[in-house]
T-cell receptor
Framework: AQTVTQSQPEMSVQEAETVTLSCTYD???????LFWYKQPPSRQMILVIR??????QNATENRFSVNFQKAAKSFSLKISDSQLGDAAMYFC???????????FGQGTILTVHP | NAGVMQNPRHLVRRRGQEARLRCSPM?????VYWYRQLPEEGLKFMVY????????ESGMPKERFSAEFPKEGPSILRIQQVVRGDSAAYFC????????????FGDGTRLSIL
């Protein structure tokens, strides 16, 4: 079983600045994968970045990077050079190794100010 | 467009009617997941299916809800005798089935119960 906690219901950032969204989780699995999805007002679910738990190196995808602390079960998302189009609800979602079932956190609403 | 297709985008039903939500997975994907998103909440796993098989339905309510993924045609999530509490956005996702492969989401069906 997996549980996810996103402790920041809302965050805001100035355009071009950096913001970090936090996520902690608990899992009984020894190996797993972690994902961040964003949901803009259009309500689509868009994959932002993924991390393999067995890899120590933090994943990076353009302006998006993660700080993965396996022992602490922490998986934060850093957005650099924030853009207006980054405004959305962000969900952290660990997935098990059996078939990829995802457990979503409550989400963090990110507002980007021009 | 080879993405995950869900229809209808919006569905309005009166209490007691049946709702049928359809999902065509991404081309080449044979694994389908259904999630439900209540207002202001994250997505909650409902059911995972492969062609002609229900693999995990641990998130499905015990009554009134059923899902199928036939050999031919889309996956169907069926809600019988709908009640007000069924009002939500229902998302379908598909994948190749391996846990390291991300799930690709459809745009969701917003179900409103009058």
């Amino acid at each position: 079983a997996q549980t996810v906690t996103q402790s920041q219901p809302e965050m805001s950032v100035q355009e071009a600045e950096t913001v970090t969204l936090s996520c902690t989780y608990d899992t009984s699995e020894s190996d797993y994968y972690l994902f961040w999805y964003k949901q803009p007002p259009s309500r689509q679910m868009i994959l932002v970045i993924r991390q393999e738990a067995y890899k120590q190196q933090n994943a990076t995808e353009n302006r998006f990077s993660v700080n993965f602390q396996k022992a602490a079960k922490s998986f934060s998302l850093k957005i650099s050079d924030s853009q207006l189009g980054d405004a959305a609800m962000y969900f952290c979602a660990p997935g098990g190794t059996s078939y990829g079932k995802l457990t979503f956190g409550q989400g963090t609403i990110l507002t980007v100010h021009p | 467009n080879a993405g995950v297709m869900q229809n209808p985008r919006h569905l309005v039903r009166r209490r007691g009617q049946e709702a049928r939500l359809r999902c065509s997975p991404m081309k080449g994907h044979s694994h389908v997941y259904w999630y439900r998103q209540l207002p202001e909440e994250g997505l909650k796993f409902m059911v995972y299916l492969q062609k002609e098989n229900i693999i995990d339905e641990s998130g499905m309510p015990k009554e009134r809800f059923s899902a199928e993924f036939p050999k031919e045609g889309p996956s169907i999530l069926r809600i019988q005798q709908v009640v007000r509490g069924d009002s939500a956005a229902y998302f379908c996702a598909s994948s190749l089935g391996q846990p390291d492969q991300p799930q690709h989401f459809g745009d969701g069906t917003r179900l409103s119960i009058l």
